[in-house]
């Protein structure tokens, strides 16, 4: 039997509709698991940026004296932290949970083995030796950075880490009632300590900061966040 034309029409406008709402009921699945990703993500302390932030060239040196440039992180995934090698407790505690969270995702098959960074926000203090000591406490697979401190800024701020140092006469207003501008500090010796962020950076193989883990960094929310982060 021939159609008409409106029968014709009708089946091509039945044809599209279905069509349409297929889609954007692959839309709304989409959505919904963006949606329950990044609650999952806040749950685990971490905040993922959308449109991915390149990192534009810097320079500095590695716990060999290699240069460490922005190729450098082209190719894996990279955790990246600030501290100090004096700092007495949040620094090396951080260092801690990275160390056990690598050996956890080393053991794992099914994720990539992450390049962990150690960036000291402390040069005048922090010798390349001293920072070389210091990473491999953690693991010897570890990387170290150093270099001057206009270079570690222009990486610092990249990836949204500020640091200040501070003496002691400015110690002492801060115990008279005047807070510093950022809480997230560091108490060290030889009259003076270093303010600093101490969130975790996720750097993609494409050299892109794609995430901030907050603190405390704790291993197991670590190891949650990337596998989240990186299968996305």
């Not at 082209?74 to 090396?92: E, I, K, N, Q």
């Not at 950076?201 to 907050?214: D, F, K, Q, T």
């Amino acid at each position: 039997m021939q159609l008409s034309r409106n029968s014709k029409i009708s089946l091509v406008a039945f044809f599209v509709f279905d069509l349409l709402l297929a889609f954007w009921l692959i839309i709304l699945f989409q959505a919904r698991d963006e949606v329950e990703n990044i609650h999952s993500l806040n749950a685990l302390g971490a905040v993922e940026y959308p449109d991915p932030y390149r990192l534009t060239p810097f320079q500095l040196s590695d716990q060999d004296g290699d240069p460490f440039l922005v190729d450098n992180f082209a190719g894996r995934w990279s955790l990246v932290f600030f501290g100090f090698t004096s700092c007495p407790d949040v620094c090396p505690i951080t260092m801690s949970e990275l160390a056990q969270a690598y050996r956890i995702i080393t053991e794992m098959p099914d994720l990539p083995d992450p390049q962990v960074v150690f960036v000291s926000v402390d040069p005048e203090r922090d010798s390349m030796q001293a920072v070389k000591r210091y990473v491999e406490q953690f693991s010897t697979d570890f990387i170290g950075l150093s270099g001057s401190e206009s270079s570690i800024g222009t990486l610092a701020s990249q990836l949204f880490v500020a640091f200040s140092r501070v003496d002691h006469t400015d110690m002492d207003l801060e115990k008279a009632g005047h807070v510093s501008h950022i809480s997230e500090r560091g108490v060290i010796g030889d009259g003076y300590m270093i303010n600093h962020n101490i969130h975790v950076s996720l750097v993609n193989p494409e050299a892109e900061l794609v995430a901030l883990i907050r603190p405390p960094v704790r291993r197991e929310s670590l190891v949650q966040a990337y596998k989240l982060l990186i299968n996305e």
